[in-house]
């Protein structure tokens, strides 16, 4: 596995393992989930991190054992939520301080696992991942503190309203790399095609504008764009 490594705001604070002590933070999935941007960002803002990838929970669970005194957070995508149980969060668990978590953007699907397995809630903790860099790095800093978290609106009433969705767009017109946005991404996206500032969208969805961005930034990574202009141009090309 890759490694990226940096140093950036002091995480000692918050951590309970001697400050000698490296921290590991293991992406396990694809980069589409988690984007080389986002792995220097981690390598950068949180003191000690060292990043490692690999492409399945199977791959790192058959992986050589970390040094036992390192502090390791293991990042799982979301779309292998379906497959995990106790068992393998086992194999992936190596020492008492290996904390465990999945990076989701599909509150809906989480909910819906988690219920048919309250066991898997108690040992895994969530992260969403469409929040703005900061707030999302905090969350990663207070797993890797030892604490388990788990997004309080993932329990708000069956009854609250959904967040709002584009238009659906027939199947047949949407490419693969388009199919591939989640429901949010792509009524950014929209938003951008129509001509709205990143500002105006935050203020039309309800997002701040980090939140925007990095929605923007998952949207050119997925089309394989290299900006906000041409993802638009690629948006307008297939569905006008």
Not at 15 to 27: H, I, N, P, Q
Not at 185 to 193: K, T
Request: with cysteine.
């Amino acid at each position: 596995m890759n490694a990226i490594k940096g140093a950036g705001p002091a995480v000692r604070n918050i951590r309970t393992a001697a400050d000698e002590d490296r921290l590991e933070v293991v992406l396990v999935g694809s980069r589409l989930q988690f984007s080389d941007c986002l792995a220097r960002l981690i390598a950068t803002e949180i003191e000690g991190a060292e990043v490692k990838r690999a492409a399945t929970p199977l791959d790192l669970a058959d992986s050589a054992t970390p040094a036992p005194h390192q502090c390791r957070l293991i990042l799982l995508d979301e779309v292998f939520a379906e497959g995990l149980d106790l068992a393998l969060l086992d194999r992936l668990r190596r020492s008492g301080r290996d904390c465990l978590a999945i990076g989701y953007r599909d509150g809906a699907a989480m909910v819906r696992r988690l219920r048919s397995d309250p066991a898997l809630m108690r040992a895994i903790s969530l992260v969403p991942m469409d929040l703005n860099p900061d707030s999302w790095l905090s969350i990663l800093r207070l797993i890797l503190s030892g604490c388990h978290y788990v997004p309080t609106e993932l329990f708000a009433p069956a009854s609250a309203a959904p967040d709002p969705v584009p238009a659906a767009v027939p199947a047949a017109k949407v490419s693969a790399p388009l199919a591939a946005l989640t429901a949010r991404e792509m009524e950014v996206l929209q938003l951008v095609a129509e001509g709205l500032q990143n500002k105006h969208i935050a203020n039309r969805l309800k997002l701040s504008e980090n939140t925007v961005k990095l929605h923007l930034h998952h949207v050119a990574t997925k089309l394989g764009a290299r900006n906000r202009t041409e993802a638009a141009l690629r948006y307008r090309a297939e569905l006008g």
